[in-house]
């Protein structure tokens, strides 16, 4: 086979199987709990098999509710994981068995999974925006003292004072060297307000600011976190205008139409000359040059990120980095990776995925079978998958198609009132469909009911 995924487990032996109702609304579809060709034994616990990279918030892991999933770290030796939650792992193909459906990043970025690859065989790649978005907001707005107090010299002076023995004796003649402001009723402009923009802007205004703000692809969800006074605007040059303070809170975008040195001396030049600058975005957004200049004029920089130009720079206070670096933001990642292979895994709903479509789902009723199918964004399957069904005599009660670049997902709830399907013809006419790559039976038996078309081959 030319697939480079490793896929160590195949059911051969054909086994009759139909559905049957529980009063809990499962369907029975014990149908892959034997049959499996005894080298690559699957076991069906009858629990969902999540499989972990790195280590990950225990806080995170107990979204998985132990009836229903077994949690098992990389040195797991086994071929039916059902998902993937990781870190910074740099996940092979060959670590992907078989059986997963889906992969979930605690993290934002996705460059250490193979995001394409699982496009093609019909893998969702989770990530968790926003999940470290308090983190960082609090940290902006401990900039915002930073850049208007004297904390860091003071802090730095107390050290000295008392390596001298000499701290008790000046703290209260040496004070007025630290001199600093307030930051109510000061204005401070947010640019970008998503996640961490959005609720620095909501706090910054509870803490008595006037706030403006730009971002020309605001969300409906982060609009409503914005403080009902914010002063919206149509350009980064409107924004800071007026401002004492500016937030960087957008993207590090490289390349023509990016926002690769967005702050530059242009910008900085329209600023209040002791404006502060806050940036715990990305370093890149700032062109060093033009922030030196700045500085040396009375401006202040306030960043989470290093810079060869401007470290040293009496107006400059850079940390190492440490805006999501708070226990809190590493659980709030773990658990929202959870909770969205949860949700994917079992209603089908998803939200939150690099590569496939948002799919938001209303609940099933008892008296059906939810069916999700994965198929390549070409014309034409849609049709043949709800031939299949016709073909079954089933009545298909609700439907959901949608499709993200090259690939479409479909979930349809089917009656089943009779209590009876042949879900083995079924699902084998669904799978091995042209253009189909999977289907499972959402509502089923945990751990099973999921089929696979590999290049023409039926895998369950
Ligand atoms: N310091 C840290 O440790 C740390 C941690 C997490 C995120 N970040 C950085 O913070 C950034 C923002 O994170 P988030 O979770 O709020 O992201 P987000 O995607 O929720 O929000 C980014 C917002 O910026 C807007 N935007 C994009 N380009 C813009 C432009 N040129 N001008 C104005 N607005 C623009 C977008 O429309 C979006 O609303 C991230 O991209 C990342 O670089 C830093």
Redesign the pocket.
């Known amino acids: 086979m030319a697939n480079t995924v490793s896929f160590a487990v195949r059911r051969t032996a054909p086994l009759v199987h139909n559905a049957r109702f529980f009063s809990s609304g499962a369907v029975d579809i014990d149908h892959y709990a034997s049959g499996w060709n005894s080298k690559d034994m699957v076991t069906s616990s009858g629990k969902y098999q999540i499989k972990t990279f790195n280590k990950i918030s225990p806080k995170g892991l107990e979204k998985f509710p132990s009836e229903l999933y077994e949690v098992k770290a990389e040195e797991w030796d086994s071929n039916n994981a059902h998902a993937i939650l990781l870190r910074s792992h740099k996940l092979q193909e060959s670590e992907i068995d078989v059986s997963v459906r889906a992969i979930a990043r605690c993290g ?1 970025g996705t460059n250490n999974v193979p995001v394409a690859r699982m496009t093609e065989i019909g893998i969702p790649v989770f990530n968790t ?2 999940a ?2 308090n983190a ?1 907001k609090e940290l902006v707005l401990c900039g915002l003292l930073l850049g208007s107090r004297k904390i860091v010299d003071g802090v730095n002076h107390m050290k000295d004072l008392g390596s001298k023995g000499l701290a008790k004796e000046r703290v209260e003649k040496d004070k007025a060297m630290f001199g600093g402001q307030e930051i109510r009723g000061k204005t401070l402009a947010v ?7 959005a609720s620095t802007a909501r706090d910054a205004a509870a803490l008595g600011m006037d706030i403006t703000g ?6 409906i969800e ?1 609009a409503l976190k914005l403080p009902r006074d914010i002063q919206l605007c149509d350009s ?1 040059s409107s924004a800071i205008a007026s401002a004492d303070y500016v937030s960087l ?4 975008i490289k390349g023509e139409g990016g ?1 690769h040195g ?1 702050i530059g001396s242009d910008v900085l030049g329209q600023l209040k000359p002791n404006a502060v600058v806050l940036n ?3 370093g890149e957004l700032v062109d060093s040059e033009g922030m030196k200049g700045f500085l040396d004029n009375g401006g202040k920089y306030i960043s ?1 990120f290093p810079d060869d130009l401007v470290w040293e720079h009496e107006n400059a206070i850079l940390l190492p ?1 440490l ?2 670096s708070t226990e809190e933001a590493e659980d709030a990642a773990a658990a929202m990776a959870a909770e969205t292979i949860r949700e994917y895994i079992e209603t089908g709903a998803i939200r939150n995925s690099v590569n496939f479509p948002n799919t938001s789902l209303p609940s099933r009723s008892e008296t059906v079978v939810r069916i999700s199918v994965v198929n390549k964004n070409i014309p034409g399957v849609l049709a043949k998958i709800t031939e299949t069904f016709a073909k079954e005599n089933l009545n298909i009660t609700q439907q959901i198609n949608q499709s993200r670049g090259d690939v479409a997902y479909n979930v349809l709830d089917i009656e089943a009132t009779s209590g009876s399907i042949d879900l083995k013809e079924l699902q084998k006419g669904l799978t091995m469909t042209d253009g189909v790559l999977s289907s499972r039976v959402v509502f089923g038996t945990p751990g099973v009911g999921y089929a696979r078309n590999i290049e023409g081959e039926y895998w369950v």
């Open positions: 934002a925006p926003g470290n978005a960082v640019i970008g307000l998503g996640h961490i923009g730009y971002d020309p692809g605001l969300s982060s980064i809170n957008i993207p590090y926002t967005i715990f975005a990305r989470d980095h805006g999501a």
